[in-house]
Nanobody, 118 residues
Framework: QVQLVESGGGLVQPGGSLRLSCAASGFTFSRFRLNWYRQAPGRERELVAGVDSAGGSVNYADSVKGRFTISRSDASRMAYLQMNSLKPEDTAVYYC???????????WGQGTQVTVSS
């Protein structure tokens, strides 16, 4: 059974930090590109960060560059999103996504809420 389970969300003050985790099971984790998306109320889901299957190439949305860091551990089947200098506009539900385009496989977690507020 394929599962992606996010954790680490919560309420944090502006300027604070959170580390999101994504635990994967039920598929060949190392072959998948891993992405973090987010969706704020009334807005479309947007790509926040991604890391390729080899872990050598990462990309970030302009709005989070220099503040967020994506990483992965194939050995532990985990993906992470370290979020620093959080802003109120970072408030959203954050989703972990694993995709292997050549195989037509695309998996999603259930999301974790991040709220940045004083």
């Amino acid at each position: 059974q394929v599962q992606l389970v996010e954790s680490g969300g919560g309420l944090v003050q502006p300027g604070g930090s959170l580390r999101l985790s994504c635990a994967a099971s039920g598929f060949t984790f190392s072959r998948f590109r891993l992405n973090w998306y987010r969706q704020a109320p009334g807005r479309e889901r947007e790509l926040v960060a991604g890391v390729d299957s080899a872990g050598g190439s990462v990309n970030y949305a302009d709005s989070v560059k220099g503040r967020f860091t994506i990483s992965r551990s194939d050995a532990s089947r985990m993906a992470y999103l370290q979020m620093n200098s959080l802003k109120p506009e970072d408030t959203a539900v954050y989703y972990c996504n694993a995709v292997w385009r050549l195989a037509g496989l695309d998996y999603w977690g259930q999301g974790t809420q991040v709220t940045v507020s004083s």
